[in-house]
């Protein structure tokens, strides 16, 4: 059966053939520009049904070895360069959803490849032997991939785990007041009726007790940052871009901070959030701060070629996120928010639901 995936499926194994052409990633700035700095790659490593090894040697071959140590293939690397130029047109220029290459499925079997994303337990799509010129390290690192060639990926997750609860305080909403503001459809225009009420929103709660405890292994002021932070892409002018929504938070310095630099304080505790979940924390699952993708981030960028953040430049990487997200709205009946509804205590409330999206 032909092998079938979307385009950032597809971008995995152009990531592969890609690095394994050049032999080496550059590192990338905030603004995912190439630096000079780059890693000489020693090998990368793919187990899928079988493991196999990827090891460039000092004749531009690259060496295939299998898991009994014996050699499966060995390919100019100039064919992968070839193969990666085909890919990416392909991978540019397809309009389906999924799709089939029967030309790169035929190299990826020459190779040793059987499935587009190689299984994984963690958040690394590709693990690579790198030599940290600088360190003079040979470690193996875990990768996560992210391509802009397809559709923008999550860093984290909606579900009914990421809901927040406000308390909506002000005028006091009856009964009828709850049913008009439920009544219309569209979101911005719902919470913009709360505030023509004469309301507001002060956040209560995280609902699920495992992501609010992760928030909190982060930093204690956490669920009442994330939950001031996501408030402004629901208000009137609403922001979704995260560094644009940490800036307006910083301008109201809920905690007081009385430093020099307020916002460089707002903006730390987000490139803590964003780091942890680009590295390994789910909402659903207990984070104990050990990073699955030990590595960083690979970014495939939208004309193909490919910019590295190691977390070694542990600087590099949060300014990629910080700068590289924003909020996003799922689906308002699938997780159950943007409802008014009174509570036990007869008090009005509203759930807004967190997602972080990269802009592309």
């Known amino acids: 059966m032909a092998i079938s995936g979307n385009k950032g499926e597809w971008s995995e194994i152009y990531t592969l053939f890609k690095l ?47 898991e009994d140590g014996c050699e499966f ?40 490849c059987s499935k587009l994303k190689a299984p994984s337990k963690d958040k690394a799509d590709i693990h690579i032997i790198i030599h940290d010129l600088r360190t003079n390290m040979t470690p193996l690192l875990g990768f996560s991939i992210k391509s802009q060639l397809g559709s923008a990926s999550t860093l984290l997750n909606a579900g009914t785990t990421t809901n927040i609860t406000y308390k909506i305080v002000g005028t006091k909403l009856s009964d009828a007041d709850i049913e008009e503001i439920n009544a219309i459809k569209g979101h911005l225009p719902r919470m913009e009726a709360i505030l023509n009420k ?20 982060l930093d204690s002021c956490m669920p009442l940052f994330i939950a001031d932070c996501l408030l402004i892409d629901s208000l009137p002018n609403s922001k979704s871009s995260i560094n644009e929504c940490v800036a307006e938070v910083a301008k109201h310095n809920p905690f007081k901070f009385n430093g020099k630099n307020v916002e460089a304080f707002y903006v730390h505790k987000m490139k803590v959030l964003l780091l942890d979940a680009a590295l390994g924390m789910t909402p659903a699952k207990e984070w104990t701060g050990r990073y ?31 700068n590289n997200t924003r909020f996003e709205r799922a689906s ?29």
């Open 20 to 66: 394994l052409g050049e032999g080496k990633v550059h590192a990338g700035d905030a603004d995912m520009n190439k630096l000079d700095l780059y890693y000489p790659i020693l090998n990368i490593i793919r187990e899928e049904s079988k493991k196999y090894e990827y090891k460039p040697d000092t004749d531009q071959h690259i060496v295939v070895i299998d």
């Open 73 to 112: 293939a060995r390919i100019s690397m100039n064919k992968f360069l070839e193969e990666s130029s085909k890919l990416l047109e392909e991978i540019k220029t397809a309009n389906d959803r999924a799709f089939t290459l029967p030309a790169t499925e035929s190299f990826m079997t020459e190779i040793g």
């Open 198 to 217: 004469g309301c507001n929103l002060e956040y209560n709660d995280i609902e699920h007790p495992i992501f609010k405890n992760n928030l909190l292994f």
């Open 292 to 322: 699955d993708a030990n590595g960083g981030y690979l970014v495939v960028r939208k004309d193909g070629e490919i910019v590295c953040y190691h977390f070694y430049n542990r600087n590099d990487v949060e300014d990629y996120l910080y």
């Open 332 to 360: 308002r009946s699938r997780y159950g928010f943007g409802y008014v509804y009174k509570g036990s205590d007869g008090c009005a409330y509203v759930k807004l639901n967190l997602q972080i999206r990269f802009k592309k």
